[in-house]
């Protein structure tokens, strides 16, 4: 059984930071990577940022500067360290697993998280 479960999300002020969490049961981040999305209302989900199983990170060039994908191997978490928020990123933020085993790059896999929702705004 694979279970995902986000946390960390909440209301922040423009300018200001947010780490959230994914805590991983029944598969492990460094066989098969992950990857965080968002959605927002009315607009498709979309990767941001992506950690491969052997650790390399890579991030859209909207959040690149500002977001940054970790991971605590020992607790099988991943992480997304969110600094300078701006409104635009204001959506639900999900995390992805399962894709391609010991892959050079992530690939979306079958499973997801609940999501938690990031708030910016004033």
């Known amino acids: 059984q694979v279970q995902l479960v986000e946390s960390g999300g909440g209301l922040v002020q423009p300018g200001g930071s947010l780490r959230l969490s994914c805590a991983a049961s029944?598969?492990?981040?460094?066989?098969?990577?992950m990857g965080w999305y968002r959605q927002a209302p009315g607009k498709q989900r979309e990767l941001v940022a992506s950690?491969?199983?052997?650790?390399?990170?890579i991030s859209v060039d909207s959040v690149k500067g500002r977001f940054i994908v970790s991971r605590d191997n020992a607790k099988n978490t991943a992480y997304l360290q969110m600094n300078n928020l701006k409104p635009e990123d204001t959506a639900v933020y999900y995390c992805?697993?399962?894709?391609?085993?010991?892959?050079?790059?992530?690939?979306?896999?079958?499973?997801w998280g609940q999501g938690t929702q990031v708030t910016v705004s004033s």
């Open positions: 992805n697993a399962g894709g391609a085993p010991y892959s050079s790059w992530f690939s979306q896999g079958d499973y």
């Open positions: 029944g598969i492990s981040f460094s066989i098969n990577g």
């Open positions: 950690m491969a199983s052997g650790g390399s990170t």
